[in-house]
Antibody, heavy 115, light 112 residues
């Protein structure tokens, strides 16, 4: 059974940093493109970014609102996806989901950016 | 970025009656491989999104056949043939053709 479990969310001040993790199991993680999608409270879904497999170059793509501030990485030896978030803004407050193939989703982790 | 619009944004429905949600993209969604990467998601209250339909009209495994997708070019539709209580939630269309992938604003389906 495919499982994605996000962690690392919490309360952080504007300008601060946070690193989210997504632990994957039940599939061959190293062969999977992985993505982060977020959802602000009471709002719709927004793509954050994605990372390809090392075989496909391991490159990353980001949505404009987070480009230059967020970094997606992966550790295939640990079956774990990461989202490093720097220079956080209040508008980054959201539940952050990891997903693969946009079929399998984690339960999400809440990030609150507030002073 | 490709802008996805949906209508209506709110859809009160009677149990057992049909429902239809429209989705329109600001650009065509045919990818270079010939496929159209238009997806439909359901998000029940307090849950993660669940993909119902991929490539316009293909149902995910386990999705009831009362859900169907259709469309081409820039206009797409999700239909529920007979709404059941468990269908309450927000429905999103999403294009996976042009990066960044983008979602529609969502259509809230509830029971009259």
């Amino acid at each position: 059974e495919v499982q994605l479990v996000e962690s690392g969310g919490g309360l952080v001040k504007p300008g601060g940093s946070l690193r989210l993790s997504c632990a994957a199991s039940g599939f061959t993680f190293s062969s999977a493109w992985m993505s982060w999608v977020r959802q602000a409270p009471g709002r719709g879904l927004e793509w954050v970014g994605r990372i390809k497999t090392k075989t496909d170059g391991g490159t990353t793509d980001y949505a404009a609102p987070v480009k230059g501030r967020f970094t997606i990485s992966r550790d295939d030896s640990k079956n774990t996806l990461y989202l490093q978030m720097n220079s956080l803004k209040t508008e980054d407050t959201a539940v952050y989901y990891c997903t693969t193939k946009i079929v399998y989703w984690g339960q999400g982790t809440l990030v609150t950016v507030s002073s | 970025d490709v802008v996805m619009t949906q209508s209506p944004l709110s859809l009160p429905v009677t149990l057992g009656q049909p429902a239809s949600i429209s989705c329109r993209s600001s650009q065509g969604l045919v990818y270079s491989d010939g496929n159209t990467y238009l997806n439909w998601f359901q998000q029940r209250p307090g849950q993660s999104p669940r993909r119902l339909i991929y490539k316009v009209s293909n149902r995910e495994s386990g999705v009831p056949d009362r859900f169907s997708g259709s469309g081409s070019g820039t206009d797409f539709t999700l239909k529920i043939s007979r709404v059941e209580a468990e269908d309450v939630g927000i429905y999103y269309c999403m294009q996976g053709t042009h990066w960044p992938f983008t979602f529609g604003p969502g259509t809230k389906v509830d029971i009259k």
